[in-house]
T-cell receptor, first 112, second 113 residues
């Protein structure tokens, strides 16, 4: 099976930087995704990593270390609208198909 | 470009009944996945369909079944509903590439009483 761990909740201040960590244990690893989910809404895609290193996309960056089974999502210049759940998801190859498994999510609250 | 659409938005069923949820994939997407999301939890993978066949399944019992149609729309069927089946059911579609992200619909909120 897949084991994906993230902190349950985090709080950060508007304008600051926050790092959300994710660790995973799985076989057949084939990439890691981060999604954002506002309360009552569908998850939306933020970033994808399949090779080690940092991927930067505007205020959001995501890092992956496959040897350590570790990823983080970095949010810079936090805005109030960034208050949401952030979902770490691992793509796994099973019987030839790529399937995506999610962690429990980290609920981020941005305060003034 | 039309996104992923799901119906109905909300549904209330009684324990023991059967339910069918529907999903229309985003244009150009040939792979559809279904997820169950309990309140405060991450989405749990139910199964994935490609070319009208199930090609991946999570840890869900056989009373959870699905279909994918030639136009890539999909159904999730749940038999013998249990109270614990109350959740948000999310449909997501993508192209077949390994790096292609899932695009989610807004979900169906199922309540089992």
């Amino acid at each position: 099976g897949q084991n994906i761990d993230q902190p349950t909740e985090m709080t950060a201040t508007e304008g600051a930087i926050v790092q959300i960590n994710c660790t995973y244990q799985t076989s057949g690893f084939n990439g890691l995704f981060w999604y954002q989910q506002h309360a009552g809404e569908a998850p939306t895609f933020l970033s994808y990593n399949v090779l080690d290193g940092l991927e930067e996309k505007g205020r959001f960056s995501s890092f992956l270390s496959r040897s350590k089974g570790y990823s983080y999502l970095l949010l810079k210049e936090l805005q109030m609208k960034d208050s949401a759940s952030y979902l770490c998801a691992v793509r796994v190859v099973q019987t030839g198909a790529n399937n995506l498994f999610f962690g429990t999510g980290t609920r981020l609250t941005v305060i003034p | 470009e039309t996104g992923v659409t799901q119906s109905p938005t909300h549904l209330i069923k009684t324990r023991g009944q059967q339910v069918t949820l529907r999903c229309s994939s985003q244009s150009g997407h040939n792979t559809v996945s279904w997820y169950q999301q309990a309140l405060g939890q991450g989405p749990q993978f139910i199964f994935q369909y490609y070319r009208e066949e199930e090609n991946g399944r999570g840890n869900f019992p056989p009373r959870f079944s699905g279909l994918q149609f030639p136009n890539y729309s999909s159904e999730l069927n749940v038999n013998a509903l249990e109270l614990d089946d109350s959740a948000l059911y999310l449909c997501a579609s993508r192209t077949m590439g390994a790096n292609s992200p899932l695009h989610f619909g807004n979900g169906t909120r199922l309540t089992v009483t």
